[in-house]
């Protein structure tokens, strides 16, 4: 009876944590600047290097505070690995691989999104500060993976 009743206290404990874990999930999708890396595309990632835009990468303006950062991961190299972009733009990243599976991390900021063969990852951005950024790969992606970082480097927008 006693066993009972513990494992009674223990399934309602479970299920608010279950609760409380959708509560931050909503809360964090629905916040601001926060935005869900989505699947955008798919291509063959032995054509990355021939497929627009990914045949050339780099950072590119496409409107008044707008930017695009198109990226192509592969082991153990992003590239590019410097990026420039001014505080408070709106910056897309459309990213993929070209081998293995890898994860783009910027820490402390809400950037964090895997990046897989045969997918186009695309999520939009804002750094509100100026400051230096260190990308990092966070998905273990073979024996270099430790070296595979980058640098953000945010500036002021005027
Ligand atoms: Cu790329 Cu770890």
């Known amino acids: 009876m006693l066993i009972e009743k513990y494992e009674k206290i223990f399934m309602q404990i479970s299920a ?13 999708v629905t916040g601001d600047h926060a935005s ?13 290097r021939t ?3 990914f045949d050339e990468p780099g950072v590119f303006q496409t409107g008044d505070n707008e ?8 082991a153990w190299q992003w590239e590019p690995a410097e990026i420039e972009i001014p505080a408070e733009a709106d910056v ?10 890898h994860g783009f991390w910027v820490p402390e900021t809400q950037a964090n999104a895997m990046v897989i063969p045969g997918q186009v990852t695309e999520f939009t951005m804002n750094f509100d ?9 966070h998905e273990y992606c073979g024996i270099g993976h430790q070296n595979m970082g980058g640098t953000i480097n945010v500036v002021s927008a005027n």
């Not at 608010?16 to 964090?28: E, K």
């Not at 897309?92 to 599976?101: C, E, G, P, Q, R």
């Not at 100026?130 to 990092?136: A, D, E, M």
């Open 16 to 28: 608010v944590f279950l609760f409380a874990a959708v509560v931050a999930l909503v809360v964090s």
């Open 129 to 137: 500060e100026p400051g230096t950024h260190s990308l990092i790969c």
């Open 51 to 53: 497929t627009e835009p």
């Open 92 to 101: 897309t990243f459309t990213v993929t691989s070209t081998d293995v599976i």
């Open 67 to 74: 930017y695009s950062v198109v990226m192509v991961a592969q």
């Open 36 to 48: 869900l890396p989505e699947p955008a595309g798919r291509l063959d990632p032995d054509d990355v």
